[in-house]
């Protein structure tokens, strides 16, 4: 079994900044895509960004030029840097990752973390 673990979320003022961390662990061969989504109440989930297996990433426009996704492929560790937080980026952030259990697997598997709350409030 694989599992996401998200953690780095809390309450913070408008303007601050947080950093998420998510750490994949359990039956892994290889993690491929890994990225972070979010789901405001009333609204569906979206991506805010995502990274390759070789850096490659992308960004929501919304959040373009405030958070920087990053990923420690030795520790399979994907972060997430938010900066100059507005209150509508509150929202509950998920953990997603394309994983391979074993070489065998004929393809990568999605997986999501339970979700880390972000609130961006004064």
């Known amino acids: 079994q694989v599992q996401l673990v998200e953690s780095g979320g809390g309450l913070v003022q408008p303007g601050g900044s947080l950093r998420l961390s998510c750490a994949a662990s359990?039956?892994?061969?290889?993690?491929?895509?890994m990225g972070w989504y979010r789901q405001a109440p009333g609204k569906q989930r979206e991506l805010v960004a995502g990274i390759t297996h070789g850096g490659v990433t992308n960004y929501a426009d919304s959040v373009k030029g405030r958070f920087t996704i990053s990923r420690d492929n030795a520790k399979n560790t994907v972060y997430l840097q938010m900066n100059s937080l507005k209150p509508e980026d509150t929202a509950v952030y998920y953990c997603?990752?394309?994983?391979?259990?074993?070489?065998?697997?004929?393809?990568?598997?999605?997986?999501w973390g339970k979700g880390t709350q972000v609130t961006v409030s004064s």
């Open positions: 359990g039956s892994i061969f290889s993690i491929y895509t």
């Open positions: 997603n990752a394309e994983i391979k259990s074993s070489f065998q697997s004929p393809y990568p598997v999605n997986y």
